[in-house]
């Protein structure tokens, strides 16, 4: 269907200040016990940086970590050296291009655009590739085996708009998935489900790569980590889902980082 070029703040009331200073300085001590509570809890729960956890999933993506038998291509390059690794229980991560991809109802200029994607937003509308932050990855076995010898989306508990992070040189972006590369008449692509390394023009955009449906992408230097299961579906419309999935960045970071045990 695709194409291959998506705490709590407590306030005091001011009034109590002018109206009982001894009474706001016994809250205010209360108040910097509670914040003492705040930092040594945030503290006993480490943020990760994108640098500390790329890298772990760099060092987990092993040979003993590979989920394919039969290397992926990229979108971009044709090559066939693209491989999918399980970094963490229930997390797959990928390098490829980016590819991008300008479906679904935003309208563009790319001769190749089409109007729908695979998935939809929570209102049923098709996601829009200008505004949405999505991936894209085979619509089915290009094998016809069980287990699939490539990486199939539905033997690992992935569904439309599983969550995801992207990341790219010093950036990291949350996104979703949004459509599917499939066989199709298109003239300019091999249209191959093995093919791995498309996202959408929101996703370039968010990344700093050139978002252009017919020019744009990269061949190179993009990781895509997928977090599988229910919980890391990304409910929402065209016009938010992309303030829902980056505001699952942090979280995201951190389950990963001390699911790989990062110090």
Known sequence: MSSPRTRVAVVAAAA???ATPLAVRSAAAATMNTDATAVTSAAASPAYTAAQVLA???KNSTSANQVNSKPHINTMTRAKNVN???VATGVYAYGSS???DD???DPDSDPDHQDQTTFQDSNGKQLAAHHVPFY???DDCWDRKSPCPHFFYKEHNIKGRQFALMFYKS???GAIFGDTQTGNDQTTSDNDSRELGEAS???AALLGINSSGTDGGVDNGVTVVIFSGPSWVVNGSNANLNANAQALVQKALDSLGASMGLK
Do not use: E, M, P
């Open 16 to 18: 109590l200040a002018l």
């Open 56 to 58: 772990g999933v760099k």
């Open 84 to 86: 999918v690794y399980q």
């Open 98 to 100: 980016l590819a991008v």
């Open 103 to 105: 479906d679904g109802s």
């Open 136 to 138: 894209v990855l085979g």
């Open 171 to 173: 950036k990291v972006i």
């Open 201 to 203: 023009v929101k996703s």
